[in-house]
């Protein structure tokens, strides 16, 4: 039964964030929220251990299609980082402010960037494209995230200052206009540099959140030394470019496994 003790974990975590919500918050809303998060994801976990080849596929689908599709188009909540902004600068601790707390600002502290794995929908269209390893040497321009970041900040700043009348409204379009850049940008951005994952590396803003605290994650892929062959099949199938033979936080592309696991599953030795 240790091979299951990680998605019972995971599962024991959401359950946790799920019923403190709904307590501190008074809205059994996160109760149900958070519990079918951490149930898709669990699931997924579990797939992948019974071998099954879209484990991931699977939760990022249950996750990723949930919270564009009900909780963005449906309920109206914009849970990009636009959303984020604007509930901070109205003091509201919900929706957006609640979502990045717990996926991309204090999660990472215990399973880094696992939200890019199995719960981002922009990364849900784009692992669907043909290059499911990067085919070209990583390019230099990640400093196009900061410019991002900057530019959504910058847009929710002047909606206040100019007192932009029905905020909501605005928000909600600037979740379908942003989805819709992105989307774009992602798939452009994959063909041209044949690599799905490359908008994750260059352009997503919310990388700013992620990285610097997933060099503290709790949850880590490690290498066993005595059973690598050195074979170089880990570092060939990685989406991000990480060096998972490396198990030193310092390790080459360190802050962006997003734990998917596809070193573990090609590894011939079963060293990682």
């Known amino acids: 039964m240790k091979k299951y003790f990680l998605p019972f974990i995971m599962l024991v975590i959401f359950e946790t964030v799920a019923v403190t919500l709904w307590l501190t918050q008074g809205n059994?809303?996160?109760?149900?929220n958070f519990?079918?998060?951490?149930?898709?994801?669990?699931f997924g976990i579990f797939l992948f251990i019974k071998k099954y080849r879209y484990a991931r596929?699977?939760?990022?689908?249950?996750v990723g299609l949930y919270m564009l599709v009900y909780l963005g188009l449906i309920c109206g909540e914009n849970m990009q980082i636009?959303?984020?902004?604007?509930y901070l600068f109205t003091g509201v601790f919900e929706a957006a402010t609640i979502h990045y707390a717990v996926a991309k600002i204090l999660g990472p502290l215990l399973f880094g960037r696992g939200w890019c794995g199995y719960a981002c929908w922009t990364a849900m269209v784009l692992d669907f494209l043909p290059y499911k390893a990067p085919e070209t040497p990583r390019k230099k321009i990640g400093w196009i995230r900061y410019i991002t970041f900057a530019i959504s900040l910058i847009f929710v700043s002047a909606l206040f200052f100019v007192h932009a009348g029905n905020m909501e409204r605005i928000m909600f379009w600037a979740?379908?206009?942003?989805?819709?850049?992105?989307?774009?940008?992602?798939?452009i951005l994959a063909f041209a540099f044949k690599d799905n994952r490359a908008f994750c590396k260059y352009i997503c803003p919310i990388t700013i959140f992620l990285k610097p605290v997933s060099y503290f994650s709790l949850l880590r892929i490690k290498c066993d030394k005595s059973k690598c062959v050195s074979c170089g099949k880990c570092k060939t199938v990685c989406p991000m470019e990480v060096d998972v033979t490396d198990n030193s936080r310092k390790r080459k592309n360190?802050?962006?496994?997003?734990?998917?696991?596809?070193?573990?599953?090609?590894?011939?030795?079963?060293?990682?």
């Open 254 to 272: 360190g802050t962006e496994c997003i734990l998917c696991f596809e070193c573990v599953r090609n590894c011939p030795k079963d060293a990682l």
């Open 175 to 187: 979740f379908i206009i942003g989805n819709v850049i992105y989307y774009a940008v992602g798939i």
């Open 28 to 32: 059994i809303f996160y109760l149900f």
């Open 57 to 62: 596929r699977v939760a990022q689908l249950l």
């Open 35 to 42: 519990s079918y998060i951490g149930i898709s994801i669990s």
């Open 82 to 86: 636009e959303g984020f902004w604007y």
